[in-house]
């Protein structure tokens, strides 16, 4: 007997927005990746790899992915090349892991603010702040 202040799970209506929205797991399986985006040490990489081994998914932060291709450190390449430089890098980074096998991945603290970035992030992952 359940508690009469108790109310079925199906019979509470889901918003229009909540359910027209892609969800990122489904049948315990990451379906979409989920993109967590924040100021610099903001905790997107610490509680990206929790999400990443609760969820049995793959993590990934998008700065080691820039340093590797580019051989170079973040702070390097600011200083080698320039802000400019480093958001089309970022850019292209991100492009190829939201085109790639669903994945949790930490975004650098300034990636949102690029607006192709952004649009890129809104249309391929489930963001997280």
Known sequence: MSAPDSVPPDSIP???EAAAAPTPVARGRLERTIALVGMMGAGK????RKLADSLGAGFVDSDDEIEKAASLTVQEIFERLGEPEFRRGERRVIERLVNGPAI???TGGGAYLDPTTRALLKEKA????
Do not use: H
């Open 14 to 16: 889901a918003s229009t």
């Open 104 to 106: 949790v991945l930490a």
């Open 45 to 48: 990489s610490t509680v990206g």
């Open 126 to 129: 489930t963001t997280i702040w």
